[in-house]
């Protein structure tokens, strides 16, 4: 399986780390050794002091495709989960300041937690879903994926231009405002529309 993740998929996230808003979907990858599932703690890289959390939703895909057309690529996904794309951000600085791939500073081992796949077709609107991260009991993060740059049918035609999707891949769709980092110690909580799916305790 693989790991898809769309970068700076929100106006204010790409803000607030001063990039600029992308025309076009930003996509990466993560080895599947990156997936931190059943909400085991992730213990602190010690390759990085500045570890920050992403909270993301996350599609499942349902069926194989490539080269899929917009207007049928909501038959290509069906559940969702709430992911932290965890990100060693001063690692990612030194990449992106040469010009380098990022993938030592986001695919390392356990930089993919994961939560369960809820349906789709049970949460109030599949357009605009609530999310929300708690660190240490407070609300840092609060998105809604209405305020996506590039939808999740658009994501999901934009990538299967180049990798074909194939049924268990998952895409990390990006990450609203507030993320920030992680100190030993740490709880994270998603929210997925109010429920609590995921928990990570940093160690
Ligand atoms: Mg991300």
Not at 70 to 84: K, M, N, R, T
Not at 128 to 155: C, E, H, P, W
């Amino acid at each position: 399986m693989k790991i898809i993740c769309i970068g700076r998929n929100y106006i204010d996230h790409a803000k607030e780390l001063k990039n600029p808003v992308p025309k076009k979907p930003l996509v990466f990858m993560k080895p599947p050794s990156a997936l931190l599932i059943n909400n085991k703690p992730l213990y602190y890289p010690e390759f990085t002091k500045d570890l920050h959390y992403e909270l993301e939703v996350v599609l499942k895909i349902a069926k194989n495709g490539r080269h899929v057309q917009d207007e049928f690529a909501s038959d290509y996904y069906d559940q969702v989960a709430l992911g932290i794309d965890f990100t060693a951000r001063d690692v990612q600085a030194k990449c992106k300041e040469k010009g380098h791939p990022w993938e030592i500073a986001k695919g390392f081992d356990n930089s993919a937690a994961l939560s369960n796949f809820v349906n789709l077709s049970k949460l109030p609107d599949p357009k605009a879903i609530k999310f929300q991260m708690k660190r240490n009991g407070k609300l840092v993060q609060n998105g809604n994926t209405k305020d996506l740059i590039f939808s999740f049918d658009y994501i999901i035609s934009y990538v299967s231009q180049y990798f074909k999707l194939q049924q268990g891949d998952i895409i990390y769709t990006g990450t609203p405002a507030g993320v920030g980092p992680v100190q030993i110690g740490d709880v994270l909580e998603g929210f997925l529309e109010g429920d609590k799916l995921l928990e990570t305790s940093i160690k």
